[in-house]
């Protein structure tokens, strides 16, 4: 589950260093531009899930997988012969369509095997093993453009999906029984959307994750912009990104002990809070400055990734936790209305990020404190 999942991740960290190599090379307009390079793969990510989720409870997880990988493949080649902004978007958004079905089915897998807190520590787990490609993509991508050229990079990629699927083939049993599959309709699709956005818990945390995700997603497009551009770090900008990950990484590994013992609200509730209050220092201490000290900056990127770390694993299945019996089909949609949110939210945000740092701290802020807001309403509601 997690290699499947870590070809999401491969497909976006590793092209960080390339994104002003391609922007040249494709005649981006604008440096904001290459950002899409970054935001536009998660739309392809949101949307697909519609297809493939809806596929994985007709056809059983693992062919919808299969058909996932082929596409991603495909698209792949579109971007590797792109010659414009428009070719490459188009590329990018139909590889996140192709991943949408690793991604999802992924945790339509997860969740057809466990439920309740012990599925969000097999989601930690899975995702502790996830965040090792975050750690070590950007330094690929920067030896694969130092010793061959940027389509070098989607080729990496190619190669490492086709023995994910390979690995998936031979050692991944189906886990969606021929007698529990539903067959696949238009009708089924909406049903299926109605009955989702009728539980107030899994809209809730869907929302939420919107957020979280498109506060998080800012900084992975943008990092690029703020950390070689602005600071100049171009050569220690792959250990950099590592070195932040690494925080998140170790948030989900404690997440998977902790959430056990206090369970998925409380873990939500105080990471969400941390979030909020370390987005709100940052303003009130440097909000006059335009770019603070490079260690100050990691410093409070590092504390907020950490507590952002014990949300992603948590939100996805807490907002999962009432709609087992429609997996396929919620996992789908709550992808989709998340990714949705999320992909405006950091394509907004992010066109300020040239002008420094505060406009993502400003971003975290708001995205956090809505976020709170919204805990504090399905709380309400549940004890109602």
């Keep these: 589950m997690a290699a499947l999942m870590s070809v999401t991740a491969l497909s976006i960290d590793a092209l960080l ?15 904001a531009d290459n950002q899409l390079l970054v935001t536009m793969i998660f739309l392809g990510l949101g949307v697909g899930p519609l297809l493939f989720g809806p596929l994985s409870d007709s056809l059983g997880r693992k062919p ?89 990079i989607f080729y990496v990629q190619i190669g490492i999906s086709a023995l994910v699927a390979i690995w998936f083939w031979w050692r991944q049993a189906e886990t969606l029984p021929v007698e529990r599959r539903i067959p696949f309709s238009i009708k089924r699709i909406t049903a299926g959307f109605r009955e989702t956005v009728k539980f107030k818990t899994t809209m809730g945390y869907t929302l939420i994750s919107g957020f979280v995700v498109g506060s998080f997603l800012v900084y992975l497009s943008a990092s690029q912009e703020i950390f070689q551009n602005q600071y100049g ?55 006059n400055t335009a770019q603070p000290n490079i260690y100050v900056v990691l410093a409070f990127f590092a504390v ?29 949609i709550t992808g989709l209305i998340s990714t949705l949110m999320a992909v405006p939210i950091s394509t907004f945000i992010g066109r300020f990020v040239a002008q420094g740092t505060r406009p993502l701290f400003i971003g975290f802020s708001v995205c956090s404190a809505i976020s709170l807001l919204i805990l504090w309403y399905v709380k309400r509601q549940k004890k109602q």
């Design 233 to 287: 770090l171009e050569t220690e900008f792959p250990y950099i990104f590592a070195g932040l990950a690494i925080a998140i990484g170790v948030a989900i590994f404690l997440n998977g002990t902790f959430v056990v013992r206090f369970g998925m609200e409380k873990m939500v509730t105080t990471a969400l809070l941390g979030f909020f209050v370390v987005s709100v220092l940052y303003l009130l201490v440097y909000y």
């Design 17 to 31: 260093p390339a994104l002003d190599i391609i922007g040249m090379a494709i005649n981006t307009e604008k440096a």
């Design 64 to 152: 919808s997988v299969y058909m996932g990988f082929a596409l991603f493949v495909a698209a792949s080649f579109v971007c590797i012969y792109a010659e414009s902004l428009e070719v490459m978007v188009a590329g990018r958004i139909l590889q996140g369509v192709g991943l949408s079905a690793p991604r999802t089915i992924c945790i339509a897998i997860i969740r057809d095997l466990f439920d309740g807190d012990y599925m969000a520590r097999i989601m930690s787990f899975v995702t502790v093993v996830f965040l090792l490609i975050p750690i070590v993509a950007p330094a690929m991508g920067q030896f694969v453009l130092n010793h061959y050229n940027w389509q070098g």
């Design 304 to 332: 907020q990734f950490f507590c952002i770390g014990f949300l992603f694993g948590n939100l996805r299945a807490l907002a999962m936790q009432p709609v087992g019996h429609i997996a396929g089909i919620a996992a789908a």
